[in-house]
Nanobody, 115 residues
Framework: QVQLVESGGGLVQAGGSLRLSCAAS????????MGWYRQAPGNQRELVGT???????TYADSVKGRFTISRDNAKNTVYLQMNSLNPEDTGFYYC?????????WGQGTQVTVSS
């Protein structure tokens, strides 16, 4: 079993910043790619960004230049620095980790951006 615990969500005004963290815990696992996804009310869950264990990163076009994903392999933790937030970034943000062929998900953290 792998547990992912997110933190750092909250309410922020447009133009502001937030930093999300996600720590993985468990025994006897090696994490591959980690990532962040988000889901707004009435919408499907969408990719925000991913980072491999080697540090290669991908981003959704909508967040490029504003969001930065990073990870600390020693701590099994992935981060999402979100700058220049706008109301369209509002949603539940979920952490994802690939272990072997399985995907593990965190419980999510709410991000609300007010205009």
């Amino acid at each position: 079993q792998v547990q992912l615990v997110e933190s750092g969500g909250g309410l922020v005004q447009a133009g502001g910043s937030l930093r999300l963290s996600c720590a993985a815990s468990g025994r006897g696992f090696t994490i591959g790619t980690m990532g962040w996804y988000r889901q707004a009310p009435g919408n499907q869950r969408e990719l925000v960004g991913t980072v491999t264990s080697g540090g290669s990163k991908t981003y959704a076009d909508s967040v490029k230049g504003r969001f930065t994903i990073s990870r600390d392999n020693a701590k099994n933790t992935v981060y999402l620095q979100m700058n220049s937030l706008n109301p369209e970034d509002t949603g539940f943000y979920y952490c994802n980790a690939k272990v072997g062929i399985r995907n593990w998900w965190g419980q999510g953290t709410q991000v609300t951006v007010s205009s």
